[in-house]
């Protein structure tokens, strides 16, 4: 195998590409990066869970295919002067020139590398990768960490006529966003829940300017982007029915700023830590919220302004739960709706009811601490 392009062209597809190698594997092959030229130069990153390929733009005199370690390998190019990178095999003894540098390492049999899943398409939907990247953002936050109820380690992707409903939930906080989508083919609706720990390296691969495409198979589900497919395994069983759970009706409604109140709750959860925790009280008044808390370290009390009356409702929240969702915040200006202090609260952009179906971001939190 022998093949010639630039340095940060495969210096960027190694280091996507390894973010989906495995850390460590009884199988050796798979800590490693498989490199297959034919009439493409192709990179895949493997751990059973999680694939990425990328396609490299590069002149091949040679074809053939090998396995090479994958921190080697990227680090080698990463540190590789800014020039055109030389790739040689004999066999499984690899050199690697560029400029005056030059390295012989050992690569290991293709064979030994698991194969990526073929997903056989039978729903999918093209946005734009900005759009889906935000979606991601606004709601990863609120995927569980608990491994007692596997589907909602994943976030549920909801198609129908309307656009894509991108929808996340932990037992504490429910996040949803819905946006229109550019094409869908298929059923005219379908839905499949993605693995959380997937999605972050989608929300990373939609780093660029065009479509990503999303193509839902038996098994897997694909995510491409321009030169980058990324493979990953469906969650199989029955998410939360969400729309149960999400605040309706709610007689009492406040306005505030979102960084303002982030850098209220901020400054008070200064004294609680992972072994002080006491939750926060927030009292929502008329025209002011105050927010305090108390550890065995001592006190601290804040206030932030609001618009609107919040009858005095206190409620008690799980202070980094709240920070989350704030960072999360899909606007400066939020809307809060409370029915009362034991029941969930729900978090939109300011502006009313008719905006939050539109869609930019609906968020629940359980007052449960």
Known sequence: ????????????????????????????????????????LRLTGYNLETGIQATVPAEIQEPGSLVLSARLFGEIIRKMPDDVV??????????????LSEFNIL?????????????????????????????????????????????????????????????????????????????TEGAKSF???????????????????????????????????????????????????????????????????????LA???????????KLKSPLRCVFGDGLVSITTKTGIGDAADQCPITGDGQELEIGFNNKYLMDALKAAPADRLRWEFSAGVAPCGIGSAGGEEKVREGVQRLRLWSDV
């Open 1 to 40: 195998m022998k093949f010639s392009c630039e340095k940060a062209l495969l210096s960027a597809a190694v280091a996507t590409t390894s973010r989906a190698v495995a850390v460590k594997s009884s199988i050796p092959a798979m800590e490693g990066i498989l490199i297959e030229a034919d009439t493409r």
């Open 86 to 99: 030389v790739f040689t095999a004999n066999h499984y003894m690899v050199n690697i020139k560029c400029g």
């Open 107 to 183: 690569g290991t049999d293709p064979e030994e590398f698991p194969e990526l899943p073929a997903v056989d398409q039978q729903n999918s939907l093209t946005m734009e990768q900005s759009v889906l990247r935000s979606m991601i953002a606004q709601t990863l936050f609120a995927v569980s960490d608990n491994e007692s109820r596997p589907i909602h380690t994943g976030s549920l992707f909801e198609v129908d006529q309307t656009g894509l409903t991108l929808v996340s939930v932990d037992g504490y906080r429910l996040a949803l966003r819905r946006e229109a989508v550019e094409r």
């Open 191 to 261: 839905s499949f829940v993605v693995p959380g720990s997937a999605l972050s390296e989608v929300e990373k691969i939609c780093s660029g300017e065009g479509p990503v495409t999303v193509n839902q198979g038996a098994r897997h589900i694909l995510f491409q982007t321009g030169d980058t497919v990324l493979v990953c395994r469906r969650l199989e069983g029955e998410f939360l029915a969400y729309r149960n759970a999400i605040p309706r009706n709610n007689p009492i409604h406040v306005e505030c700023d979102a960084r303002t109140l």
């Open 264 to 274: 209220s709750i901020d400054r008070v959860s200064l004294i609680i830590s992972e």
